[in-house]
């Protein structure tokens, strides 16, 4: 009986992170932005590294 009630309690708990999207991946948006400010970053160093 506890068996049943830890299984029944773990596919709800599987269920409420799904639904509340911790299972989806990084929307398109996101990934353009960190792409767009680890460019900026690299082109920083890059300029500060020919200034010496």
């Not at 299972?23 to 970053?41: I, K, S, V, W, Y």
């Amino acid at each position: 009986m506890i068996t049943f009630v830890l299984f029944l309690a773990l596919v709800v708990g599987l269920g409420v992170l799904l639904a509340s999207g911790a299972g989806r991946p990084e929307t398109f948006d996101g990934a353009e932005r960190d792409a767009q400010r680890l460019h900026d970053e690299i082109t920083t160093m890059l300029g500060r590294a020919t200034q010496h």
